[in-house]
């Protein structure tokens, strides 16, 4: 008798985890296909934009829009990141996609300036992506202090290449910059699939923050992108 409440009891457990994998995978899907779809809008401005020379000169020629742009891109972050709690999840979206097009505009000049790599930087940041994401899903190790470590060492090198773009200019010192970023980035796209596993569990009290919060993690995932895909741009530039 007590075999058999054993056995149910653990065919219980088993089937609660495997409805909470399913449940967090759709979960994942859902946050991937808000990436995915950001990265397309900003695919489409970017051509938009690089294909009109008039959008060009009005973003690039009108004194301090580019800058303003950038400013406004980072103060946008912070306003999503302040705010997730208090905003609707169609305003949270909305905001992600608004982020999304102008990063379309404020990476042109690059594109464009190393056009002929972009295809292949794009294929190496899909493959580091899917690499250190799955690292991410599938380890048991807790990569928070880590995380912390390659935050904190990803602001530490971010001070360090404002020195040298405005002060060194030195090309061996970016091409450091860009390699430590990219080991950086892996730690940190590893560590936020686990941050959306936290994310995912907040549905149980609060479902309609669980859902913000997935646009939250889609735009953290879509910076890391980017960076990740500039880095390696940049990298296959120099070759």
Same mark, same amino acid.
């Given at each position: 008798?007590?075999?058999?409440?054993?056995?149910?009891?653990?065919q219980?457990?088993?089937?609660?985890?495997?409805t909470?994998?399913? *449940?967090?995978?759709?979960?994942?899907?859902? !946050?991937f #296909?808000?990436l #995915?779809f950001g990265?397309?809008?900003?695919?489409?401005?970017?051509?938009i934009f690089?294909?009109?020379p008039?959008l060009?000169?009005i973003?690039?020629? /009108?004194p301090?829009?580019?800058?303003g742009?950038?400013?406004a891109e980072?103060?946008l972050?912070?306003?999503i990141?302040?705010?997730?709690?208090?905003?609707?999840?169609n *305003?949270?979206?909305?905001w992600?996609f608004?982020?999304?097009?102008s990063?379309?505009?404020t990476i042109t000049?690059?594109?464009?300036?190393y056009s002929s790599?972009?295809?292949n930087a794009?294929?190496?940041?899909?493959?580091?992506?899917?690499?250190?994401a799955?690292? #991410?899903?599938?380890?048991k190790?807790?990569?928070?202090?880590i995380g912390?470590?390659?935050?904190v060492s990803?602001?530490?090198?971010?001070?360090?290449?404002l020195i040298n773009v405005?002060?060194l200019?030195s090309?061996?010192?970016d091409?450091?910059?860009? !390699?430590?970023?990219l080991?950086i980035?892996a730690?940190?796209?590893?560590?936020?699939?686990?941050i959306?596993k936290?994310?995912?569990?907040v549905?149980?009290?609060d479902a309609?923050l *669980?859902?913000k919060?997935?646009v939250? #993690?889609?735009?953290?995932?879509?910076?890391s992108? /980017?960076?990740?895909f500039?880095?390696?741009?940049?990298l296959?530039?120099?070759?």
């Amino acid at each position: 008798m007590l075999m058999f409440e054993q056995e149910n009891n653990n065919q219980t457990i088993n089937n609660y985890i495997n409805t909470d994998a399913i *449940s967090f995978n759709s979960y994942l899907t859902k !946050v991937f #296909g808000y990436l #995915g779809f950001g990265i397309i809008l900003t695919a489409i401005t970017h051509v938009i934009f690089a294909s009109s020379p008039f959008l060009l000169s009005i973003v690039f020629q /009108v004194p301090y829009l580019f800058l303003g742009l950038v400013i406004a891109e980072i103060a946008l972050v912070f306003y999503i990141n302040a705010r997730i709690h208090k905003m609707s999840f169609n *305003s949270a979206l909305t905001w992600f996609f608004i982020y999304s097009i102008s990063t379309g505009i404020t990476i042109t000049p690059m594109l464009i300036a190393y056009s002929s790599q972009v295809l292949n930087a794009l294929i190496l940041t899909i493959v580091f992506f899917i690499i250190f994401a799955g690292y #991410g899903y599938i380890t048991k190790t807790d990569l928070s202090k880590i995380g912390n470590i390659a935050l904190v060492s990803f602001i530490g090198l971010f001070v360090v290449e404002l020195i040298n773009v405005f002060i060194l200019a030195s090309s061996g010192l970016d091409i450091i910059i860009s !390699v430590a970023m990219l080991i950086i980035f892996a730690v940190l796209i590893a560590r936020k699939i686990q941050i959306l596993k936290e994310y995912h569990a907040v549905q149980v009290q609060d479902a309609e923050l *669980s859902q913000k919060l997935a646009v939250l #993690g889609a735009l953290s995932l879509y910076i890391s992108f /980017v960076i990740v895909f500039m880095r390696i741009l940049r990298l296959l530039s120099k070759r």
